[in-house]
C-alpha cells in the first residue's frame, strides 16, 4: 500500500516542501529510515537525523527551517507529533479494513449481523446474537448465545465472548480475551468440600472501551459486570464477578480486581495492584504500581504500597526505610557502648 507526499499532506491538512509525487509504504524511526519509508521529527534532540536519514518523507513542525541542504521530502504541519499519530490512526485503520466472511465460519440461523461485516476463519456465533455495523470479527473467536455486539467494533484474533455478553460501540478486545466466563463462587459444605454457585449474570461493556490481549472479565453472580464508557484495560487484567469500572478509568497490565469492589471514574490504576473485593474506589483516584488496596478509597487519594496509603506518607516512610540498616548499626553502638559502662 503505497502513499504520495500530497495524499498525505492532504490528510494532515499539511504543505509539503519537496516532491510531492515522493511515494512511501512503511513507516521508520528517524534514525532508522530508509528509501520508501516515512517518518516524522518534533523533538529537537533528533534534528541532526533529519539529515542523514534516508527516509523518503518526514513529518515536522511548521515552524521547522533546516540549516543546511535536506533530501528528504518534508510535510509542514502545526504539531508533527499529533499528525503523526493522526496518520498511525488512519495506517492503522486501513490495515485492518477487512470484509466480507472467510470460510469456514459458523452463523447461526437466528442470529443477525449488520453492513460491513468482516469473519476471519473458524469464528463462531451463537444463537440470537445481533451484531452492528462494521465489525470486524477475527479469526478463532467464539461469540456465544444472546451476545449484543455495537457497531465499529474489532474483535481480535482468539477471543472468547460468553453468552448473554453485551457490547457498546466503538470498542476493542484483543486477541485471548475471555469475556464472560465464571466468576469466582464457590461455597464450602459439611465436608470441606467446595461446590461451584452459579453465575447467572452478565458482563456490560459500554462505548468506547479498549481491553488488552489476555484479560478475562468475570460474569456476574446475580445482575451484571460493568465495564463503562471510555475504560482502557492493559493485557493480563482479572476483573472478577460484579465488579463495576467507572467511566475513563485506565488500569494497568496484571492488575486484579476481586468480586463487587466498584472503582469510580477517571482513576489511573498502575500495573500489578491487587484490590480486595466489596470496597468502593472514588473517583479521580491514583493507586500506584505494586499496592494492594484493603479499605475503601476516598476521591482524589494518591496511594502506594501493601497495604497502601497515602502516596506522600509514603515516599517518607521509603526514607526511613531505607536507612534502616545504618539507624540499627548505630542503635547497636549505643547499646554496646552504655553495656561497657
Known amino acids: 500500500m503505497k502513499f504520495t507526499a500530497k495524499q498525505i499532506a492532504d490528510i494532515l491538512e499539511g504543505r509539503v516542501v519537496g516532491n510531492p509525487d515522493e511515494e ?47 533530501i528528504t521530502t ?23 479494513n477487512k470484509s466480507g466472511r472467510e470460510q469456514p465460519y459458523f452463523v447461526a440461523a437466528s442470529s443477525k449481523i449488520g453492513a460491513n461485516e468482516y469473519l476471519g476463519a473458524f469464528s463462531y456465533i451463537g444463537e440470537n446474537v445481533v451484531i452492528g455495523n462494521n ?61 461451584a454457585i452459579p453465575q447467572i449474570g452478565n458482563v456490560i461493556i459500554e462505548d468506547y472501551v479498549d481491553i488488552g490481549s489476555g484479560s478475562t472479565i468475570d460474569r456476574a453472580t446475580l445482575g451484571s459486570t460493568i465495564i463503562k464508557k471510555g475504560v482502557k484495560l492493559d493485557n493480563q487484567i482479572q476483573i472478577a464477578h460484579n465488579v463495576e469500572v467507572g467511566e475513563n478509568t485506565v488500569i494497568a497490565a496484571q492488575t486484579g480486581i476481586a468480586g463487587s469492589t466498584k472503582i469510580g471514574k477517571n482513576c489511573m490504576i498502575g500495573g500489578q495492584v491487587g484490590i480486595v473485593g466489596h470496597i468502593t474506589i472514588g473517583n479521580h483516584v491514583k493507586i500506584q504500581a505494586q499496592s494492594g488496596i484493603s479499605k475503601k478509597l476516598k476521591d482524589n487519594e494518591v496511594v ?9 506518607d509514603f515516599n517518607k516512610s521509603y526514607v526511613h526505610f531505607r536507612n534502616l540498616p545504618k539507624m540499627a548499626a548505630t542503635i547497636n553502638k549505643i547499646e554496646k557502648n552504655l553495656s561497657a559502662e
Open 24 to 70: 512511501v509504504s512503511k513507516l521508520s524511526k528517524i534514525e532508522e529510515g530508509e528509501k520508501g519509508s516515512l517518518t516524522f521529527l518534533s523533538n529537537p534532540k533528533y534534528n541532526p537525523y533529519l539529515y542523514t536519514t534516508n527516509a523518503s518523507i518526514a513529518i515536522v513542525n511548521e515552524t521547522f527551517e533546516p540549516e543546511k541542504e535536506i
Open 74 to 96: 518534508l510535510i509542514k504541519v502545526e504539531n508533527a507529533y499529533k499528525a503523526f499519530s493522526k496518520l498511525l490512526e488512519f495506517y492503522n485503520e486501513v490495515k485492518n
Open 304 to 312: 502506594q504500597g501493601t497495604p497502601a496509603f497515602s502516596y506522600p
Open 135 to 195: 465489525v470486524k470479527i477475527y479469526p478463532n473467536c467464539y461469540i456465544g448465545d444472546n451476545t449484543t455486539i455495537g457497531n465499529n467494533c474489532t474483535i481480535f484474533a482468539g477471543v472468547k465472548i460468553y453468552s448473554e455478553t453485551q457490547i457498546g460501540n466503538h470498542c476493542k478486545i484483543h486477541s485471548g480475551c475471555i469475556i464472560g466466563s465464571d466468576g469466582f463462587g464457590f461455597a464450602p459444605d459439611d465436608d470441606g468440600h467446595f461446590n
